[in-house]
């Protein structure tokens, strides 16, 4: 007879998609004796995701198991202002990275292979009908539509292109985290985003938050406008990366349904503030990994903290209301804080003295009023969502 308290035999896992999310959570199980099997849509498929790169920052070793697989890094990190004027701070042991998603697919599927794990390339349309089928806990990660109920809604939209110039410009030390030379948009922000791999190449990007999408020619005449004006200038463009990804404080509603664990960026795991997710993942994968491991249900811990997400949401009311000037906001708050105070805060690692810390160095006043807004304005109304034509061009590109 099993012994009632020895350790339960582990349940099957299906892991649906294998992006960030899933790719994280396939290199934990693979080899632990969890039942596995991966499903993803195939080469080609409209709903597969486009190879991207993700960058994450923090101490040595990370980001979790995929240290090894970091193409770049960097030790300091630039902010620029409208008027030009720098600040340059030294992340001490830590570092900003960059990983690459293809390289990041290619040795997890390795991984699976020698632990004999299925990968079925297959586009899973019901994913009820799949834990049914298999009786396994599905973990879905594929892409949601953005949920309505949040107070505000920006889109953080950008192009971005590997470039080679003939001149040696880049700093290879220092990534520009925002570079605000670029015309600003009301209700919002924009800037320029360097990661130099060379004297000569970098991945460059044009950036917005805002309400609207740009009209599809002008993310490059923005682009090339910075790559002017920051002085970059000539260049040969040698790839290109372009992005959508919603910046809300909308909850993101877990699926209901028996034997279904929905995670990922459709599980609300990006930084509503940042557009970052790639750190809460490795933070939720761990936890995931240790359930599944166990033979207990599959439980999502929550992405980012209370007081975070608060934050956050007023953070992102004060910028889309034009409450505060948002190149002035990050550029002081990069000026008046420790960076590591900041990025520990932007990466949800920070605690309530620093974060409190933090908001002592922002402009007082907007804030105060967006607070008091928000105890004036009930029921809740959402503050800036995109126009439906936006909303239709926004699901197409999410499914890039
Ligand atoms: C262009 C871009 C750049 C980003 N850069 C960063 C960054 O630098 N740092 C950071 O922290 N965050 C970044 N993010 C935010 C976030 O980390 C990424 O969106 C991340 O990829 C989210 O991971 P995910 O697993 O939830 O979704 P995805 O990575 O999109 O994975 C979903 C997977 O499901 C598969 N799939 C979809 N539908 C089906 C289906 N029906 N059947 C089977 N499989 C399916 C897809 O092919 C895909 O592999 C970026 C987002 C974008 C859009």
Same mark, same amino acid.
């Given at each position: 007879?099993?012994?009632?308290?020895?350790?339960?035999?582990?349940?099957?896992?299906?892991?649906?998609?294998?992006?960030?999310?899933?790719?994280?959570?396939?290199?934990?199980?693979?080899?632990?004796?969890?039942?596995?099997?991966?499903?993803?849509?195939?080469?080609?498929?409209?709903?597969?995701?486009?190879?991207?790169?993700?960058?994450?920052?923090?101490?040595?070793?990370?980001?979790?198991?995929?240290?090894?697989?970091?193409?770049?890094?960097?030790?300091?990190?630039?902010?620029?202002?409208?008027?030009?004027?720098?600040?340059?701070?030294?992340?001490?042991?830590?570092?900003?990275?960059?990983?690459?998603?293809?390289?990041?697919?290619?040795?997890?599927?390795?991984?699976?292979?020698?632990?004999?794990?299925?990968?079925?390339?297959?586009?899973?349309?019901?994913?009820?009908?799949?834990?049914?089928?298999?009786?396994?806990?599905?973990?879905?990660?594929?892409?949601?539509?953005?949920?309505?109920?949040?107070?505000? $809604?920006? !889109?953080?939209?950008?192009? @971005? &292109? #590997?470039?080679?110039?003939?001149?040696?410009?880049?700093?290879?030390?220092? *990534? =520009?985290?925002?570079?605000?030379?670029?015309?600003?948009?009301?209700?919002?922000?924009?800037?320029?985003?360097?990661?130099?791999?060379?004297?000569?190449?970098?991945?460059?990007?044009?950036?917005?938050?805002?309400?609207?999408?740009?009209?599809?020619?002008?993310?490059?005449?923005?682009?090339?406008?910075?790559?002017?004006?920051?002085?970059?200038?000539?260049?040969?463009?040698?790839?290109?990366?372009?992005?959508?990804?919603?910046?809300?404080?909308?909850?993101?509603?877990?699926?209901?349904?028996?034997?279904?664990?929905?995670?990922?960026?459709?599980?609300?795991?990006?930084?509503?503030?940042?557009?970052?997710?790639?750190?809460?993942?490795?933070?939720?994968?761990?936890?995931?990994?240790?359930?599944?491991?166990?033979?207990?249900? $599959?439980? !999502?811990?929550?992405?980012? @903290? &209370? #007081?975070?997400?608060?934050?956050?949401?007023?953070?992102?009311?004060?910028? *889309? =209301?034009?409450?505060?000037?948002?190149?002035?906001?990050?550029?002081?708050?990069?000026?008046?804080?420790?960076?590591?105070?900041?990025?520990?805060?932007?990466?949800?690692?920070?605690?309530?003295?620093?974060?409190?810390?933090?908001?002592?160095?922002?402009?007082?006043?907007?804030?105060?009023?967006?607070?008091?807004?928000?105890?004036?304005?009930?029921?809740?109304?959402?503050?800036?969502?995109?126009?439906?034509?936006?909303?239709?061009?926004?699901?197409?590109?999410?499914?890039?």
């Amino acid at each position: 007879m099993p012994n009632p308290r020895g350790p339960r035999a582990p349940r099957p896992v299906a892991l649906v998609g294998l992006g960030a999310a899933g790719a994280s959570l396939a290199w934990r199980l693979a080899g632990t004796g969890v039942p596995l099997e991966v499903f993803e849509a195939p080469r080609g498929a409209a709903q597969r995701t486009q190879e991207r790169t993700w960058c994450t920052w923090g101490p040595p070793g990370g980001p979790g198991p995929f240290g090894p697989l970091v193409v770049a890094r960097w030790s300091r990190v630039r902010v620029v202002g409208a008027d030009g004027q720098e600040v340059v701070a030294d992340l001490g042991s830590w570092r900003y990275r960059m990983l690459r998603s293809v390289d990041v697919e290619e040795a997890v599927r390795g991984r699976l292979e020698r632990a004999g794990v299925p990968v079925h390339e297959v586009v899973v349309e019901d994913v009820a009908a799949l834990a049914r089928r298999t009786g396994a806990q599905v973990v879905d990660t594929r892409p949601v539509p953005v949920p309505a109920g949040g107070r505000t $809604l920006l !889109l953080q939209h950008f192009l @971005g &292109r #590997r470039v080679r110039t003939e001149r040696p410009v880049f700093d290879v030390r220092t *990534a =520009t985290l925002m570079d605000f030379r670029t015309p600003q948009p009301a209700g919002g922000v924009a800037f320029g985003y360097v990661l130099p791999t060379s004297p000569t190449e970098a991945l460059v990007e044009y950036t917005e938050f805002s309400a609207q999408l740009l009209p599809p020619g002008q993310y490059a005449d923005r682009l090339e406008e910075y790559l002017r004006r920051s002085g970059i200038g000539a260049h040969e463009v040698l790839a290109e990366e372009r992005g959508v990804i919603p910046m809300t404080d909308a909850r993101f509603p877990p699926d209901p349904r028996a034997g279904v664990l929905r995670w990922g960026a459709a599980s609300g795991s990006v930084r509503p503030s940042t557009g970052y997710a790639f750190s809460a993942l490795q933070r939720q994968a761990d936890a995931l990994a240790a359930q599944a491991v166990r033979g207990g249900p $599959l439980v !999502l811990p929550p992405a980012h @903290g &209370r #007081r975070h997400l608060l934050m956050d949401s007023l953070v992102l009311e004060a910028l *889309a =209301t034009g409450r505060v000037d948002g190149a002035r906001f990050f550029v002081e708050l990069f000026r008046r804080n420790p960076v590591q105070r900041v990025l520990g805060f932007l990466d949800g690692a920070s605690g309530p003295a620093a974060d409190l810390a933090l908001m002592a160095t922002s402009p007082r006043g907007p804030m105060l009023a967006t607070v008091a807004g928000r105890l004036r304005r009930r029921p809740r109304a959402p503050v800036r969502s995109p126009e439906p034509g936006a909303a239709a061009a926004l699901r197409r590109s999410l499914r890039r």
